[in-house]
């Protein structure tokens, strides 16, 4: 399977605190891109990283990308209760336009 | 951001029946669209791509003669489950895309439940 891996693959913590959630992938890549999915809900689109950038962010989301380990990851600062949802990565190549999920992360945030 | 709209949002239909699930893109006109499945707890896996006046084109392991997509204009594409079984029960959700290097919008999905 060309699916990426996300770990951890569910994430417990206290209002206040950062999340910090990891995306492996196996193929070179254009783009990686990070939604939201709320439970029993479509995706939110949270960020877009292209290829030949390192770091991104926006508002609280800080997103890292390192292409010679074929990984990213994704930070929440100052996480709040509304944030509990699933994360998922998602990767599309240069050749097509397809996206490839990652297994996501189940991040719950305690209020 | 562009909107994109399913209906229905769920369905329950007996087993042997066929469903039909709308994907459409609301203010744009979308060159492809891409239909997912997702089962409880788990990732959204690809099934199929669909471009407006061709063909889908279906992943490795999706039966295209069970799951029948068609993309009648710019601004709708069909999926239908044919002869659904409780093992299709499952979530689908759709995007939309003015092409390769621009974003994918995502449907709120469609909620099938077969009995």
């Known amino acids: 399977s060309q699916q990426g891996e996300e770990d951890p693959q569910a994430l417990s913590i206290q209002e206040g605190e950062n999340a910090t959630m990891n995306c492996s992938y196996k193929?070179?890549?254009?783009?990686l891109q990070w939604y939201r999915q709320n439970s029993g809900r479509g995706l939110v689109h949270l960020i877009l990283i292209r290829s030949n950038e390192r770091e991104k962010h926006s508002g609280r989301l800080r997103v890292t990308l390192d292409t010679s380990k074929k990984s990213s990851s994704l930070l929440i600062t100052a996480s709040r209760a509304a944030d509990t949802a699933s994360y998922f990565c998602a990767t599309d190549r240069y050749d097509t336009d397809k996206l490839i999920f990652g297994t996501g992360t189940r991040l719950q945030v305690f209020p | 951001g562009a909107v994109v709209s399913q209906h229905p949002s769920w369905v329950i239909c007996k087993s042997g029946t066929s469903v039909k699930i709308e994907c459409r893109s609301l203010d744009f006109q979308a060159t492809t669209m891409f239909w997912y499945r997702q089962f409880p707890k788990q990732s959204l896996m690809l099934m199929a791509t669909?471009?407006?006046?061709?063909?889908?084109?279906?992943e490795q392991g999706v039966e295209k003669d069970k799951f029948l997509i068609n993309h009648a204009s710019l601004t709708l594409s069909t999926l239908t489950v044919t002869s659904a079984h409780p093992e299709d029960s499952s979530f689908y959700i759709c995007?939309?895309?003015?092409?390769?290097?621009?974003?994918?919008?995502f449907g709120p999905g469609t909620r099938l439940t077969v009995t």
């Open positions: 995007s939309a895309t003015l092409g390769s290097s621009y974003e994918q919008y």
């Open positions: 669909s471009n407006e006046g061709s063909k889908a084109t279906y």
């Open positions: 193929t070179s890549i254009n783009n």
